[in-house]
């Protein structure tokens, strides 16, 4: 379990290909704070840490995760946002956030606001039920509060910290972010499924 507040950014230092698997070589400061067997939240997606050498750390992402993440289009140089798992002994300054991706969605636009940076994203209209106006949701791993919400696409606010500290300072208008919507949604969702 995460809270969506990012804690480190990672660079991708090497790919290899195992089976219908993916693996990758995360350089970051923090590696020194890992060990083997812990979970990390990779740009919102819940990944083992396999082992940990120097500052550079190993894990691999599943054919079920790449078809549903940005993971498969990761390249060597790209930034990572990186969490560790949630204390229960801590605040919870985001949102609670599993680190299952539910799907990707598109940056449609990009809008500086002179003091924050608006990105508009298009997603899957299946998951509208799961995203309402003011409500949460987790873009590439960070907690945000989605607003200007329709039945395809919503906005979220970056302030100047959050854009200097993730890699939303590097999003730009195509690319394709990884998204969890609320948990408290799906459930809620998923009750008035039953009852139909």
């Given at each position: 379990?995460?809270?969506?507040?990012?804690?480190?950014?990672?660079?991708?230092?090497?790919?290899?290909?195992?089976?219908?698997?993916?693996?990758?070589?995360?350089?970051?400061?923090?590696?020194?704070?890992?060990?083997?067997?812990?979970?990390?939240?990779?740009?919102?997606?819940?990944?083992?840490?396999?082992?940990?050498?120097?500052?550079?750390?190993?894990?691999?992402?599943?054919?079920?995760?790449?078809?549903?993440?940005?993971?498969?289009?990761?390249?060597?140089?790209d930034s990572i946002n990186l969490e560790r798992a949630m204390k229960l002994n801590g605040r919870l300054d985001g949102h609670?956030?599993?680190?299952?991706?539910?799907?990707?969605?598109?940056?449609?636009?990009?809008?500086?606001?002179?003091?924050?940076?608006?990105?508009?994203?298009?997603?899957?209209?299946?998951?509208?039920?799961?995203?309402?106006?003011?409500?949460?949701?987790?873009?590439?791993?960070?907690?945000l509060t989605a607003f200007n919400v329709g039945r395809t696409s919503f906005t979220v606010a970056i302030i100047p910290y959050?854009?200097?500290?993730?890699?939303?300072?590097?999003?730009?208008?195509?690319?394709?972010?990884?998204?969890?919507?609320?948990?408290?949604?799906?459930?809620?969702?998923?009750?008035?499924?039953?009852?139909?």
């Amino acid at each position: 379990m995460f809270t969506g507040i990012i804690e480190y950014l990672g660079e991708i230092k090497e790919i290899s290909i195992e089976k219908t698997n993916r693996v990758f070589y995360i350089e970051s400061d923090i590696a020194s704070h890992l060990k083997a067997d812990e979970s990390v939240s990779h740009d919102g997606i819940c990944l083992t840490i396999e082992s940990v050498k120097k500052n550079v750390f190993r894990v691999t992402a599943i054919a079920e995760t790449l078809e549903k993440t940005n993971a498969r289009s990761w390249n060597p140089g790209d930034s990572i946002n990186l969490e560790r798992a949630m204390k229960l002994n801590g605040r919870l300054d985001g949102h609670f956030v599993q680190g299952h991706v539910d799907g990707t969605a598109i940056c449609v636009n990009r809008q500086d606001k002179d003091g924050s940076v608006e990105f508009t994203f298009e997603f899957d209209e299946a998951y509208a039920p799961l995203l309402i106006e003011k409500g949460s949701v987790c873009v590439n791993g960070v907690s945000l509060t989605a607003f200007n919400v329709g039945r395809t696409s919503f906005t979220v606010a970056i302030i100047p910290y959050t854009l200097t500290h993730t890699n939303f300072k590097n999003l730009i208008e195509n690319d394709i972010v990884n998204i969890e919507y609320d948990i408290l949604g799906k459930y809620l969702a998923r009750m008035a499924y039953l009852k139909s």
